[in-house]
């Protein structure tokens, strides 16, 4: 079947900070440095101009937990909803140096995807090319450094990952390298029971991004620098492509499974798909550079990340139009909604600060620095790029 998907295309700078990671071994010296002060000097983002940002550490919200991926420490937080209080900040993905008869380990990992099911979190670990699982009962605040993992094999620069809706397989945008032929883009498909990639899907395009899945699960939508990938979870095949959707990066679909909304990075819109034909039925103009979106569990409303915008665009799915808009500083990516629906979190990529918004009014209610103590200015270059939400109070 020929679904008209282009081989190549241009590669595009932006976010490059966040589009792929590079391993780094680092000394042991070093990590047992970062791994008892987290105090390092970081490189600034790419592209960006770093800005420290004071934060209290409060909200006030509904009780579970957040894990917010942060692959600039190669690290994840574990943060009380309730009252926006860190839990703990664990290490993820990072081997023990090998060959030194020491427990020093060696901080190679980039978790830039994260995704939670059966109280399990899966991290796609771009810089060391592997799905880090990590069991939720088994996080200790004593063992920070090695939490309980299980690292499986996945292929180059795996970037997102999301866990079907029965939570029985978990689906890794490997986003290969971001020059060069061939392409290496692909699907990694891995059994949640199992731990094992059970089908690798090599794609027509490069570099694969966001996955969502359809509420049956029968459908996965996969985003790439050329368009939106339809792909059957069954077969493992790709079905259709909807191309002309600028350089698209976060994907979501409706609780009803009718409609998927992409972020068009390159005109700043929304594009609105009809998940029956493949075929976009309207664009919705946001801020500068949408990047993750999520939508609310009535389907009423989606909420987009304008990073350059420094703001959060509100939309109405009833009018397919901008509502509101939230000012958020610090180069806001990633958003997600608690289980009740109740307050928007959202990830500030420069500011490594979480700004926690009520949906009823769209007012904050909290903030805080991600990293480690949740000090003033302790997330600077830590990238919360990816959040979970959940109900369950982390250990």
């Not at 909803?81 to 980039?110: F, H, I, K, R, W």
């Amino acid at each position: 079947m020929n679904l008209g998907i282009p081989g190549r295309r241009p590669v595009t700078p932006a976010r490059a900070a966040i589009a792929g990671g590079t391993a780094v071994a680092v000394t042991a010296a070093v990590a047992v440095s970062l791994a008892l002060g987290h105090g390092a000097p970081r490189p600034a983002t790419a592209g960006k101009q770093q800005t420290a940002r004071l934060s209290a550490s409060s909200c006030t919200g509904p009780a579970g937990a957040a894990y917010i991926a942060l692959p600039g420490y190669q690290a994840f937080d574990a943060v009380n909803t309730a009252n926006c209080d860190l839990v703990q900040q664990y290490n993820v993905g990072d081997p023990a140096v090998p060959n030194t008869g020491t427990s020093d380990t060696s901080y190679e990992s980039t978790d830039e995807g994260v995704a939670l099911a059966n109280d399990t979190l899966y991290f796609a670990d771009t810089g060391d090319n592997k799905l880090a699982v990590v069991p939720v009962a088994d996080l200790t605040v004593k063992n920070y450094a090695n939490p309980t993992e299980t690292l499986v094999p996945v292929g180059q620069d795996p970037e997102a990952v999301a866990v079907t809706p029965d939570g029985s397989q978990a689906w890794v945008a490997d986003t290969g390298p971001q020059t060069g032929a061939p392409t290496l883009g692909a699907i990694s498909v891995v059994s949640t029971a199992t731990d094992t990639v059970t089908s690798t899907l090599s794609l027509p395009v490069t570099d694969p991004r966001a996955i969502a899945f359809s509420p049956s699960g029968s459908v996965a939508y996969v985003t790439s620098g050329a368009g939106l990938l339809v792909i059957n979870v069954a077969t493992v095949k790709v079905t259709g492509f909807v191309p002309g959707l600028g350089d698209p990066e976060g994907v979501a679909v409706s609780p009803a499974g009718k409609t998927v909304y992409v972020t068009n990075t390159a005109q700043n819109l929304v594009d609105v798909i009809s998940a029956a034909s493949n075929r976009v039925t309207a664009t919705i103009p946001v801020g500068q550079m949408p990047w993750q979106l999520a939508v609310s569990s009535d389907g009423g409303t989606v909420y987009v990340a304008d990073g350059d915008s420094n703001a959060v665009s509100v939309i109405s799915t009833a009018t397919d139009k901008v509502t509101g808009t939230i000012s958020d500083a610090g180069d806001p990516v990633s958003v997600a909604l608690t289980p009740d629906g109740s307050e928007l979190w959202v990830g500030g990529l420069t500011s490594g600060i979480v700004s926690v918004f009520d949906t009823s009014n769209d007012t904050l209610v909290g903030t805080f620095n991600v990293g480690y103590g949740g000090e003033a200015n302790a997330g600077d270059g830590e990238e919360p790029t990816g959040i979970v939400l959940t109900t369950t109070p982390a250990p």
